[in-house]
């Protein structure tokens, strides 16, 4: 199954022809989204209209999320099975993931100015999304540090592999530094419960969100490929 | 085991042999310490209150610092190639450089940092628990710089990125390094905190070597 | 209406920004990706042509 999809000629093929679905889907799917989050959904009572900033922060926070998950995947598909597409992936993945980490926080801070008072607080969940920005940003200094592409993607999936152990282990020091330092008065982002009205416009964006990282996946992917023959055509030029 | 042994005993040789390198790191943490007081203010209660957090970055960017070339001579002089081709496994043999490193930088650090302790006027009663903190900690910190010392062989630029690579992989055992000393002085006890160093040591000593083989596997390839 | 629909109960200056920092944010990243993709297209049809040439 895996493997009809690893021949980059066929990939080349399918994504051409999935790609402007992902285009079209993330285009209606956030009009859609973004007609109910602005308009059509009421203000929460206790946070007032601020609370429609949760409808572009939360769904860059599960995609900054989601993306590292997936590069992980790829590394480790990658690294074991020496899966060419698998590594262009992960690769391609990693500006993607970074600029929706980018997102979550400057929503988050955004967000935090009118509820907490000020623009950045140490907060659990805004101090492990700035910790996984850093990883991002190492994978992408690491991916592009050597002269041959192929040792940057082995290396960055053994780094990726690493942080994605560690991800959770942050996640708990965090949790765990936070409320020894925290006073308990913030208020949390979210509450447990949410009502439908503001549930249909959030699953909306979070699904436009998806469609547009693999639009943009789609075609940093084949950007890689041709990369790739690129330096073969010239490697032919210089030696043939 | 003997080969374990072997390299150890080499590694902790070449080390001797420039000992200014191991002398220079010490400096760099005792002089990194001793510009907080300049930056924060020479205030006796500030200073004893930021003490234990202050030794522990020092002590964590002193430890990187020689990283860099934990691997780096051995893969330019190609004894890194010879290394994989001898009986020894990968792993042990990276095992026993992280031992070499932590035995050369992490130790000195653990001896230096009491007399920082007195600088920063920390709390008398936090002294023995920074040492064990220290000992349960830098270990670790070890461990996982040796990942992104064989991930950065070859690449263009290696201080920096290393420095952007693993950075982030320590914060879990600084939040708890420090966490334990602050709770000594405190007057709480922090066995929590040590258990979990001591946890991210056997996490550490399980996982990275085998990780930082991995890397320096697909350097010499 | 327009006015009131804008300024959002007070809350106008976050969530307009964060809106609109995401747009763009997006919208550069898609841009660049097509563009490197578009670049990337044209630099090998011309390599293409240009081996072609050459006698074998």
């Not at chain 1, 419960?193 to 990282?213: E, G, K, Q």
């Not at chain 2, 010879?82 to 930088?105: F, N, Q």
């Not at chain 2, 990942?147 to 992989?169: E, H, N, Y």
């Amino acid at each position: 199954m895996l493997h009809r999809f690893a021949n980059p000629t066929r990939f080349l093929r399918i994504a051409s022809v999935v790609q402007p679905w992902m285009a079209w889907a993330t285009v209606l799917l956030g009009g859609a989204g973004l007609y109910l989050g602005l308009f059509n959904s009421p203000a929460d009572y206790q946070q007032g209209n601020s609370v429609r900033i949760m409808y572009v922060h939360v769904p860059a926070a599960w995609m900054a999320m989601f993306c590292y998950s997936s590069m992980a995947i790829a590394a480790a598909v990658g690294l074991i099975w020496k899966h060419p597409l698998a590594d262009v992936a992960a690769k391609a993945t990693a500006p993607i993931g970074a600029c929706f980490t980018f997102l979550a926080l400057f929503t988050g801070s955004l967000w935090g100015k009118p509820m907490w008072g000020t623009w950045w607080v140490w907060d659990a969940r805004l101090t492990s999304m700035l910790v996984l920005l850093f990883l991002y940003l190492g994978y992408i200094a690491l991916v592009n540090a050597f002269d041959d592409p192929t040792r940057g993607t082995r290396a960055s999936s053994i780094l990726v592999l690493v942080g994605f152990i560690n991800v959770p282990i942050i996640k708990f020091s965090v949790d765990w530094w936070n409320t020894l330092h925290q006073p308990a008065s913030v208020i949390k982002m979210g509450g447990p419960s949410i009502d439908a009205s503001m549930l249909w416009p959030l699953l909306l964006m979070a699904v436009a969100f998806t469609t547009y990282y693999l639009w943009v996946l789609l075609i940093r992917i084949r950007t890689e490929i041709i990369a790739n023959k690129i330096r073969i055509a010239r490697l032919k030029q210089v030696h043939g | 085991m003997s080969g374990f042994m072997a390299i150890l005993k080499r590694d902790l040789h070449l080390a001797t042999r420039q000992g200014m390198d191991n002398m220079m790191v010490v400096m760099f943490f005792v002089i990194a310490v001793v510009l907080f007081p300049f930056g924060v203010g020479p205030e006796p209660n500030i200073l004893a209150r930021i003490a234990a957090g202050v030794i522990w970055v020092a002590a964590l960017l002193a430890s990187m610092l020689s990283l860099e070339r934990l691997f780096q001579t051995d893969f330019e002089d190609g004894s890194l190639e010879l290394l994989s081709l001898s009986p020894i496994t990968l792993e042990v043999a990276v095992l026993a450089k992280v031992a070499a490193h932590w035995l050369t930088t992490g130790l000195p650090l653990i001896v230096a940092a009491p007399l920082l302790a007195v600088l920063l006027n920390m709390n008398a009663e936090g002294f023995p628990m920074l040492i064990v903190a220290l000992l349960l900690g830098t270990p670790s910190l070890s461990l996982i710089g040796a990942v992104g010392a064989a991930l950065i062989l070859g690449s263009r630029r290696g201080g920096v990125l290393l420095a952007l690579l693993i950075l982030p992989l320590y914060i879990p055992v600084l939040i708890f390094g420090v966490s334990a000393v602050d709770a000594v002085i405190g007057g709480f006890e922090a066995n929590a905190q040590l258990l979990i160093l001591g946890a991210f040591l056997m996490g550490a000593l399980a996982l990275c070597p085998w990780a930082a083989a991995a890397g320096v596997r697909q350097a010499i390839e | 209406m327009i006015k009131e629909f804008l300024d959002m109960g007070g809350y106008g200056a976050y969530i307009w920004p964060s809106y609109g920092v995401t747009a763009v944010v997006m919208i550069v990243m898609l841009v660049t990706s097509l563009r490197g993709l578009r670049e990337n297209e044209v630099t090998l049809q011309s390599l293409e042509v240009s081996t072609k040439d050459k006698p074998e």
